[in-house]
């Protein structure tokens, strides 16, 4: 058995994951909201010494949002402020006495499909995981591509607005703030809408809306499915590879986002992939990172 953590801007789920990767003994907490590399290494610490009162493992895999090196060096951590240049898999081993092994959060959800799940089949695909911001992962000949240094698939810093007052990069224009501003800002043009005179909602209240035929929600999931698509566009015309893996949270909203999401990429597409390009979704959703981290340490020595 092994131990998956998967560490995120808002919470750190693990569980333990067997051989035929079923997962028991799910656990979330809270990541810190001032998250310094002490006390960040010391909850992660304290997780893996909790389950090991009960359970025998001597793997943990950690899957981070961060740029990554093969070592297991944290490099950059843009969605988790403060944790930067850290050696964290060495550190983590020292405190511990068991043999870690770190991965980005998207890779580790790519592993997962991989290995198991919607990509087992595929030879080539991309994943992005879909939520506070995008991540992502390309996959190439059944393996995973991550570049000279580990950098590999971060599509969310894609360039995507070239405004020449307000460059933007693509989970900037694409994600879970940006959809709730769309709403905001269209609020207004809607009086009959179920949000109105609500001060907060989430991306999926509005995609619950949308079944019900609410204006402002069909409005905001069709604006942010052109986002989307136009990201995608550029991702997939550099790539050539016509499988898209979607996971994170906001993979589950309303198909109307991702029907115009492919009708926009495809008007932007070279003509030789134009109506080539398949969207699949994640089949482990909010586990996929725990899998995949588990994967990963099962993998190497």
């Known amino acids: 058995m092994i131990l998956g953590i998967d560490i995120g ?10 051989e035929n990767y079923n997962l028991s003994e799910k656990r979330s907490t809270d990541t810190p909201q001032e998250t310094t590399p002490n006390n960040l290494i010391q909850l992660i610490t ?15 895999g950690i899957g981070y949002p961060a740029a990554i090196d093969k070592d297991g060096n944290i490099l950059d951590t843009p969605n988790i402020k403060g944790v930067n240049n850290i050696s964290l898999k060495e550190q983590i081993s020292q405190k511990t006495n068991k043999s870690v092994y770190v991965i980005n ?27 506070t911001g995008i991540g992502g992962s390309i996959v190439i000949n059944n393996n995973l591509f991550t570049g000279d240094l580990g950098t590999a698939g971060e ?12 460059v ?18 269209n609020s207004a043009l809607f009086p009959n809408t179920i949000f109105n005179g609500i001060d907060e909602f989430t991306p999926k209240e509005l995609s619950d809306a949308v ?8 409005l905001t999931l ?16 550099i790539l050539g590879i016509t499988n898209v893996i979607f996971g994170g949270g906001l993979s589950k909203l309303n198909e109307i986002l991702f029907i115009k999401a492919k009708s926009e990429m495809n008007a932007y597409l070279i003509e030789p992939l134009k109506g080539k390009v398949h969207f699949l979704y994640s089949k482990y959703e909010n586990d ?3 899998i995949g981290a588990a994967i990963n340490a099962e993998n190497l020595k």
């Open 168 to 185: 933007k990069i693509f989970e900037k224009v694409f994600s879970k703030s940006s959809i709730l501003e769309i709403a905001n800002k």
């Open 211 to 218: 079944k019900i035929g609410d204006d402002l929600a069909i």
């Open 105 to 131: 959060d998207a890779n580790a959800a790519a592993l997962s499909e991989l290995k198991i799940g919607v990509g087992v089949d595929l030879n080539n695909f991309i994943m992005l995981t879909l939520g």
């Open 46 to 60: 304290e997780i893996i010494q909790s389950y090991a009162q009960d359970f025998d493992f001597e793997k943990v």
């Open 222 to 237: 069709s604006e942010s499915g052109l986002l989307l698509g136009r990201g995608l566009a550029s991702i997939v015309n």
């Open 9 to 18: 801007g808002s919470h750190i789920k693990s569980a333990i994951i067997d």
């Open 288 to 290: 996929s990172g725990m």
């Open 155 to 166: 599509f969310g810093f894609s360039l995507a607005n070239f405004n020449t007052n307000e």
